[in-house]
């Protein structure tokens, strides 16, 4: 109806100006008009200009016409060469919103003349549904350090933390600069789906996890020996100290210690007790550092390893005596000028200059302490270097060994102690502790000389991480994205990185199915 109305509508003005010229002249009030007529009649001849009135008339009426039709309504038709889960990806994107009242007179005029009844009328056909996407359930794997056992070489197992990768012939994954990405584990595939049979995850070869940036490799299956690793490789850590160090030191490594570890699947509708949960891991949760001997029991082993360590400390200390004399000159050159200031600054308040002349007094002192002790501490470097020289690394201290170095630790803090603070352990348990650790993730000949009950309390107590576990394949709410692998601070790893903080590899569902690694990403977060 619409489309009439605006027929007559546009044929109404052109008809009655017709009519007028038909007529003219008229006369009485439309006397003003007959002239304009009488030049239009003299110009064109009446019936000339009727006519031409009327065919204009015509041809706006058929224009509004088309115009207030407008264009049909657009209707999906199905592409043999579209699959069907793409169909209907595309009506969904092309699906139109609810049709307003010029749209739906649009759809009228569409119809035949007599409609037929509304019961039985043409409906659109309904949207393909969209391809659910790919969930997965939340039950996460837990990667459990396994026991250490002295008769066992375990560097031929296929899922490990920390020491080197086995990458076959790919290629060790670099950043966008060129640098090589530190290495952190290798899962074997085979062993994680049998964690998680649920999960159509690969059956076969390995996944190997590098931090800083972020990489995945997908090594196939077969028997690949240890990757040499790049010349170009940055530290590791520190031993006992910094996680990925800026330079170069005597405790600096290229690796994390190796471990060994069991996928051990989690259900979270089971018990959450601690007993529950030590019977599932086969260890107890741990929330305390690992410690060679607990708080205030007497140190009963201490190995030269432990000693060369402190030497290789005190050597770190020194090293860095230059800076730590600059940075006090430093000090002393700041408050000087803010005396300077001060004495000519009329608006100063009262007793700032003498408090800030005090202060100055006490950097000048600090510092020429300072100096005393830098330029003492090479002599006592020496000696501990002497005291070291051609000792077994694996060899236990006998008791007056062990006391001379009791000593030694407590004359080089009382001495030295504003060179040495940060660098040096504090006590002779925290030499006894790096022994161990670094024993216990070594070869056979270096667990060797772990004592007995040593081993027995690291495996029953010390294979989980103490705050955030080390995990794989754990859903997100709403199953589209997965956590493919968590690494926590784990002082065992030496992974001293904040102690709330993970390391993330996060993949989509859609691309752990597709066994897309490549498109993981990872991210440093902290609770």
């Not at 009446?46 to 224009?63: D, E, H, K, P, T």
């Not at 043409?122 to 997965?136: C, K, N, R, S």
């Not at 199953?479 to 992974?495: A, F, K, S, V």
Request: hydrophobic share 45%.
């Amino acid at each position: 109806m619409k489309r009439l109305f605006a027929a007559l509508a546009a044929f109404a003005l052109p008809a009655l100006l017709a009519a007028w010229l038909a007529l003219a002249p008229l006369g009485g009030q439309y006397a003003s008009l007959d002239p304009f007529a009488e030049h239009v009649i003299a110009m064109q001849g009446r019936n000339a200009a009727v006519f031409a009135l009327l065919m204009a008339g015509i041809g706006l009426a058929v224009l509004a016409a088309l115009a207030v039709r407008g264009k049909p309504a657009a209707r999906l038709t199905y592409q043999p060469q579209v699959a069907p889960q793409e169909f209907g990806r595309r009506r969904k994107r092309t699906a139109a919103p609810p049709p307003d009242e010029e749209s739906q007179d649009a759809a009228d005029d569409a119809l035949p003349f007599e409609e037929p009844p509304a019961e039985s009328a043409p409906t659109e056909p309904e949207a393909l549904p969209l391809p659910p996407q790919p969930t997965v359930a939340s039950a996460p794997v837990v990667l459990v350090r396994k026991q250490r056992e002295r008769r066992r070489d375990w560097f031929g197992d296929t899922s490990w933390l920390g020491g080197l990768p086995r990458l076959g012939e790919s290629a060790w994954p670099r950043d966008e600069a060129g640098t090589p990405l530190p290495f952190a584990a290798q899962i074997d595939l085979a062993e994680l789906a049998a964690a998680r049979p649920d999960m159509p995850l690969p059956r076969s070869g390995s996944l190997a996890f590098f931090l800083g940036t972020g990489a995945v490799i997908a090594v196939p299956e077969g028997v690949h020996d240890f990757t040499e690793p790049p010349a170009d490789l940055p530290p590791a850590y520190d031993e006992g100290g910094r996680t990925f160090p800026l330079r170069q030191t005597r405790l600096t490594r290229w690796f994390f210690p190796f471990w060994p570890i069991t996928p051990v699947a989690f259900d979270p509708s089971l018990p959450q007790t601690d007993a529950a949960l030590t019977v599932r891991f086969g260890t107890a949760l741990r929330d305390h550092p690992f410690y060679a001997a607990g708080v205030g029991a007497p140190v009963e082993a201490l190995w030269w390893y432990g000693v060369i360590h402190l030497t290789d400390r005190l050597h770190e200390a020194l090293d860095d005596a230059p800076r730590l004399l600059a940075r006090r000159r430093e000090e002393m050159t700041r408050q000087n000028a803010e005396i300077a200031r001060l004495r000519t600054d009329a608006a100063a308040i009262p007793y700032a200059l003498e408090d800030a002349q005090e202060i100055a007094e006490q950097i000048e002192g600090e510092y020429a302490q300072v100096q005393e002790q830098c330029a003492a501490l090479p002599e006592m470097v020496a000696a501990l270097d002497q005291f070291v020289a051609g000792r077994e690394p694996l060899k236990r201290l006998s008791a007056d060994e062990l006391a001379i170095v009791g000593d030694i630790l407590a004359e080089i803090h009382e001495t030295y102690g504003e060179v040495v603070q940060g660098y040096l352990p504090g006590t002779v348990a925290e030499l006894a502790t790096i022994s161990v650790r670094a024993m216990i993730s070594g070869p056979a000949e270096t667990l060797a000389a772990v004592p007995d009950a040593v081993l027995s309390r690291i495996n029953r107590e010390y294979r989980l991480a103490p705050v955030h576990q080390h995990r794989m394949l754990d859903a997100a709410d709403d199953g589209h994205e997965m956590l493919l692998l968590q690494l926590g601070y784990d002082d065992m790893m030496e992974w001293a990185w904040d102690e709330t903080g993970t390391w993330r590899f996060r993949i989509s569902a859609q691309a752990l199915f597709a066994a897309d690694w490549q498109a993981a990403s990872l991210s440093f977060e902290t609770d």
